[in-house]
């Protein structure tokens, strides 16, 4: 009982000497050894609360001081519940241990001694004595753990470089190696791999150095769908701060996933028209680059545009497709430069029409220049066209061939057939054929048809020719190839000799021999024959000639009047047989009232005259001649007239 009523004022004599020295500075209390000791942890920098149980063990009893002490002797911190000063002055805390961080907090149950900024040397044994008005003194132990956080974890990549908040680019499929290094901490931290809420490795362990630890993730494998994911190092070595972390971002390269030329395989293209042509490519990272080849050979007329999220390229190729690149291969190509082997590759087989190319020949086993009258001809037409012709027409000289068996003419699609042709079938060939495209036109083929000659018609026939008088006698033959000679012959009454041929001169250019021959006597007038050869044969028959003594010539007649005006007219008359010799001809006119004349016309082609310059309203007298070498003909007479002033009219 003496001890108990001791007991207040030992509590007092120590709170006023605290208060009167600044605090326990020189003051210690006997060591307290007895009691279970509670722990506390707290993290460093942060907030320790250092629970004490101030309730009184009994009613009508209350704590009046409590006295907190480090390390069981040192007094750091005391509050005084007896309300003898002001509020200010019931806490006291010592400045070398707390320095103003501490805070005796009553509200809590238990209450608090609540050390803020918490530093390593705060940790350790703490006491809290507990003076109540009545009861004994209450002490109680409680230890205090500071932990240290560890530092902020490094992430290396496989390369031993510090990665910030990138890493990579990786391919796809590839492995990924990164070392998460955390140094620090007290007690020991755990150090872990996460994405996102997943935990992918937690096995740490220790690095090359003291309070070093590592651990390290290994992804096989890498995907697309690890582009751009986050992987979080997260190291702690408590639960009550929040971990310390690292976290990085997946950089990928990535292939094409696909590459496509946006064109129907089955639509054809026209030749000669331009076209745009479309390539799409997706899902490359960076970028892929489009290029466009036929045949492996690159194109370069194309354009190129990238969407803006870049996971799209689309190029337009421009294309003007040509005959000859039927049935070529296009080839779109993608390709990401930053991977090996990320080539992808879309083919399009063209189909382009064109209009049909044709080649015409002769039939293989056929001599061109040895086609004779009455051989069989055969031709081919060669068609190059897509889509097929559906039309194949065949030309001789521009005019089209119709199929006629009964006379030879044989026509089928691709060829033509002349059985036992003449010289009227030689000429140029063509064939023509037709799709959708248009018309091809064929080359032409010229058919040489070798013949004997044979002769011109309307050559002249009859030559008069006086004695001792040369006569130029044509013999004009037609004939393929040219005649290479000719032989002359002349047939009288008595006998048919062959003309010296230094009498005839031969132009087997013109297919023409000239003989000039002289009569000398009677027995020199009769007929001279010209045959022609080449290598078909000689001609079966000959030019026939006649020599007859030169005379005049036969008069004009059917002679007729045409545009009559005022002051012209025009006459025409046919011709007689010219006497053997060349002739030309005369118009005379009179006035047939005072038989002046008023023109006189030579004309030397033919046998018709345009007078000029007369006078209105006269009748005229028109006198006309065929005049030759031997003289003239008898006149022949025509009547005309020169309209009047008044008359308007023309006519015979």
Known sequence: MRCHLLFPVVVAFFHALVHA????????????????????????????????????????????LVVWYKSDITPIYSYDMRGKQSEKDSHWNDKNHLNDRAFFRTVTEPATLNINHIEERDGGEYRCRVDFAKSPTRNSRIHLTVIV??????????????????????EENEDMKLQCLVSGGRPEPKVKWWRGEM???????????????????????LSRADLHAVFICQASNNNISQPVSASVTIEMHLKPMSVTILSNEHTPLSAGRKYDINCITVGSR????????????????????????????????????????????????????????SIMEDTWKLNVFFVPILHLKLGSNMNPDDIEEGDDVYFECKVHANPNAYKVIWKHNGNVIQNNAKNGVIVQEYSLALRKVNRSQAGNYTCIASNVEGDGYSNTVELKIMYKPICLPDQKRIYGVARHEDARISCNVEAYPPPDSFRWTFNNTEEMVDVSESK????????????????????????????????AGQQNNACVFHIIPAGKPESLYNCTLSNQTTES????????????????????????QTGILQANITSKGNAAFTVRDLEAGKILNMVLYAVNAKGRSEPTSLEGFTLKVAEKQTGE
């Open 286 to 341: 960076p970028p892929a680059k489009l290029s466009w080849y036929m045949n492996g050979k690159k194109l370069n007329n194309h354009t190129e545009k990238v969407s803006q999220d870049g996971n799209t390229t689309s190029s337009t190729l421009i294309l003007k497709p040509t005959l000859s690149d039927h049935d070529k291969t296009i080839t779109c190509r993608a390709e990401n430069s930053k991977i090996q082997r």
């Open 569 to 592: 007219l025009s006459v025409e008359c046919c011709v007689g047989f010219d006497g053997g010799q060349p002739q030309h001809f005369l118009l005379e006119v009179f006035d047939q």
């Open 504 to 535: 005839y001169k031969n132009s087997t250019r013109r297919s023409q021999s000239i003989l000039v021959y002289r009569p000398m006597t009677e027995m020199d007038y009769g007929t001279v024959s010209c045959w022609a050869s080449n290598t």
């Open 149 to 170: 956080p560890p530092h902020k974890p490094n992430i290396i990549d496989e390369h031993g470089t510090i990665v910030q908040t990138v890493t990579g680019p990786y």
């Open 21 to 64: 020295q600044g605090g326990p500075r020189t003051f210690s209390a006997r060591p307290y050894r007895g009691g279970p000791i509670v722990t506390a942890r707290a993290v460093l920098q942060g907030t320790a609360e250092l629970p004490c149980d101030i309730r009184p063990p009994r009613q009508n009893d209350s704590a009046i």
């Open 199 to 221: 935990l992918l490795d937690s096995t740490d362990e220790p690095g090359e150095f003291p309070s070093l630890r590592r651990n390290t993730l290994i992804v096989k494998q």
